[in-house]
């Protein structure tokens, strides 16, 4: 497997379809850049995550756009310690 960063497109496949793909190749971790709001895609994103890296800068717009963000992440948290 080589050390350069690979670069997979989701749109295809679908995330679930890809990052399967990926664990076949041999590929051990996947890092996936989201867009700095909540939608129903970076909910399922966040439900398959094992770490959730949120990098925010500062400012009033980062700061109102990470509410919704980490409701998502809590969600997550109470399912998967119900589950």
Known sequence: MPE???????SKA????TLRALKQSGVKSV???T???ATIEIAAIIRMA???IV????SPHD????GETIA????????????
Do not use: E, H, M, N
């Open 35 to 37: 867009p700095p709001f």
């Open 31 to 33: 890092f996936i850049d």
């Open 50 to 52: 094992s770490l959730i």
């Open 63 to 66: 700061l109102r756009a990470i």
């Open 72 to 83: 998502l992440f809590l969600l997550r948290q109470k399912l998967v310690s119900s589950g």
């Open 4 to 10: 350069t960063p690979l670069y997979a497109d989701v």
């Open 14 to 17: 679908g995330l679930t379809q």
């Open 55 to 58: 990098p925010v800068v500062p």
